[in-house]
């Protein structure tokens, strides 16, 4: 990201959010406020024509990946909820960029941390102030600069605590990350009070030329937005890592797995859309 506001993919994902509100009957996740945080409409949702090839707002065209980000959202709102049910009353959502689970929570004693990067928070604090989107006494914004700041560090600056469970919802992340850099957010996650629950996305590395063809052109648009794919990783891969740090998988789906649990309309025909994507709940 450019340092001056929020990043093209936090936006992107945001635009597919709220798009999936009025585009895809029964919609998957229920959010209300992601129009609103838009600040757009549904006749704005409706004309994605208008804008530029390029824009964040293009990726909502792309039905497949707006379902996978509305199932994305779901998926993990529903872990929260069963952790919640058993007690658990701590959210962290890392790299939170335009999420609204911190004001969807209908739980008084359940606190929701997002943490992200400064500029990001810096202008989501804005649009929430613009569009009348009260910040609960049940959120926390914990910016981060990872160049100069740690996790750990900030979050317990925050009130957070580490002797309490919690759940970890880290989606749209990994990817962007070094090995090194992610691996030290598991160990960091890891060190957590029992039980933690952890949800994210991971891209696996493609194994046709098809496939192949199709990631390098999606990580060079991404890489001219300044957000380079730099991690991949296959399901094998991932589950040792998590293995080592004490994880176990509960779940590892798909992205058309993860869609196919959910009704949404009509059926997703270009599967091969999205081959890279999985999901994965562990918990320790």
């Not at 001056?4 to 936006?11: C, D, E, F, N």
């Not at 529903?78 to 004001?103: E, F, P």
């Not at 730099?230 to 094998?236: I, P, Q």
Request: charged content about 25%; hydrophobic content about 40%.
């Amino acid at each position: 990201m450019d340092n001056s506001g929020p990043s093209r993919t936090a936006l992107a994902t945001a635009y597919a959010r709220a798009c999936h509100q009025f585009a895809d009957s029964p919609p998957i996740f229920a959010d209300p406020l992601a129009a609103r945080l838009l600040g757009v409409t549904e006749a704005n949702l409706d004309d994605l024509s208008r804008h530029p090839a390029g824009h964040p707002a293009t990726v909502a065209r792309d039905r497949p990946r707006r379902l996978f980000f509305a199932a994305r959202s779901r998926f993990a709102d529903d872990v929260t909820a069963r952790a919640v049910a058993a007690g658990v009353r701590q959210v962290v959502v890392l790299g939170a960029g335009l999420d609204t689970a911190a004001y969807r929570n209908s739980h008084p004693d359940v606190h929701v941390f997002e943490v992200d990067h400064p500029q990001t928070q810096a202008w989501k604090r804005e649009r929430l102030a613009a569009t009348g989107i009260d910040i609960p006494a049940t959120a926390t914004l914990v910016p981060v600069d990872f160049e100069t700041q740690t996790l750990a560090s900030e979050l317990e600056s925050a009130s957070f605590s580490r002797t309490e469970p919690a759940v970890f919802v880290w989606l749209g992340v990994i990817f962007y990350l070094t090995p090194d850099a992610a691996g030290s957010t598991l160990d960091y996650i890891a060190g957590q009070a029992r039980p933690v629950d952890l949800v994210f996305d991971y891209l696996q590395p493609a194994e046709t030329d098809e496939d192949r063809a199709d990631l390098k052109n999606r990580a060079a648009r991404l890489a001219r937005a300044g957000e380079p794919l730099v991690n991949y990783l296959t399901s094998d891969e991932l589950h040792r890592q998590l293995a080592d740090f004490g994880f176990r998988v509960v779940e590892d789906l798909s992205g058309n797995e993860l869609i196919g649990r959910y009704p949404h309309g009509a059926p997703v025909l270009d599967e091969r859309a999205l081959r890279a994507s999985r999901i994965v709940h562990a918990r320790c």
